[in-house]
């Protein structure tokens, strides 16, 4: 553990930044469309909005949908607030990777125990299950021992989120406790997976590679979750178990790519690909289930986008999917230099530290 405390604020990192741009869009669209500084309850429904019978519903798109949403500005700045106060530590700690992850089980696993707990119609909107689920990941590596911080760290910044959840009649205090026991319970379970990955894998991966990877398999996921794998004729645990069997395969194949020389930059170069394929595989996808026939009184802004996309579904999607693979390789140039100028000290470094840490 490192010798000095670690400061009550800090600064925020790229993940925090992608979700805060991410949730303040989709919010802000909500708002144009209203026209006022607060969006209706019709508006929030429509877009996403968590409800009482969604799940019985099968929309299980909104476990993640409502926590992008928010009722007006202020809603919005103190759930982004919190999420700069909170998470900027738990991402430098755990990487953007793992932070993304631990953010949106805590999302998902909040919305599920809020609807769990509600016995009268309700709807909800608003990131305050998944920067509660950051709390609670961060408590979790203190007791772990595993994070420099003092105890007046979390009696105030959880003492503010209990008072917030009750003091006001409007804040949905199922989602805030289930947001803040799924982001505890899920950095253990991190934890104890990145210890047992200190027998199974070589390498310690690049955090570029970690995020890209966890990015394919949620769209790997979602292509299994809509029924697309179903053609394969097994039952429904099976293309489970496949799913996961090849998720497995996949990372012991990336790590032993990374233990080679030049390995970083072949896997860069590979994981470019699949990301074009992947919007490509998406844009067919839209095509066939949205170009036809449209029901009148959709979004307007989703109209012209289909309008525009629809004509040409095969050159739209593939100029996406070169955007996306250049972007990868953009994103990933420092990766791309280190590997183009591995004589084989990359893959040793990235075996050493994996030898070196075990756990979060």
């Not at 793992?98 to 909800?124: D, E």
């Not at 961060?138 to 917030?164: E, S």
């Not at 739209?316 to 972007?327: C, D, F, K, P, T």
Request: glycine letters at 10%; hydrophobic letters at 55%; aromatic letters at 10%.
């Amino acid at each position: 553990m490192p010798s000095h405390r670690s400061s009550f604020l800090e600064v925020p990192h790229a993940a925090v930044y992608a979700l805060m741009t991410v949730t303040v869009l989709a919010s802000g669209f909500c708002f144009i469309q209203s026209a006022g500084p607060s969006a209706p309850a019709e508006l929030l429904y429509r877009y996403g909005g968590m409800y009482s019978t969604a799940l019985a519903r099968h929309e299980y798109w909104r476990l993640l949908a409502y926590g992008f949403l928010h009722v007006n500005f202020v809603h919005l700045t103190m759930n982004m607030l919190c999420l700069v106060l909170w998470g900027g530590h738990l991402e430098r700690r755990v990487g953007p990777a793992y932070f993304l992850i631990l953010y949106l089980c805590a999302m998902v696993f909040g919305a599920i125990i809020g609807n769990a707990i509600h016995s009268t119609p309700y709807l909800t909107v608003g990131a305050s299950g998944a920067t509660s689920g950051i709390l609670g990941a961060l408590l979790c590596l203190w007791i772990l021992g595993k994070l420099d911080f003092g105890f007046d760290f979390f009696a105030i910044n959880i003492g503010l989120n209990i008072a917030f959840a009750f003091g006001n009649s409007r804040i949905d205090w199922g989602v805030h406790l289930g947001g803040f026991a799924a982001g505890l319970i899920a950095c253990a379970v991190l934890d104890l997976i990145e210890k047992a990955n200190a027998y199974v894998l070589r390498c310690k991966f690049p955090e570029a590679v970690k995020v890209n990877l966890a990015l394919l398999a949620c769209i790997a996921a979602l292509w299994v979750w809509t029924g697309q794998a179903m053609a394969v004729g097994l039952p429904a645990w099976g293309v489970a178990a496949v799913f996961v069997g090849t998720c497995c395969a996949m990372v012991k194949l990336v790590d032993l790519a990374l233990s080679m020389k030049k390995g970083l930059a072949i896997v860069i170069a590979v994981l470019a690909a699949a990301n074009a394929v992947s919007v490509m595989l998406a844009g067919w996808a839209v095509a066939s289930s949205a170009c036809g026939p449209r029901r009148p009184g959709g979004s307007v802004p989703l109209e012209n986008l289909l309008d525009t996309f629809c004509p040409n579904p095969v050159l739209v999607s593939g100029l996406v999917a070169i955007g996306a693979a250049a972007l990868t390789l953009w994103l990933c140039s420092k990766e791309i230099s280190r590997g183009i100028e591995d004589v084989g000290f990359v893959g040793a470094s990235l075996r050493a530290e994996r030898s070196r840490r075990h756990g979060l």
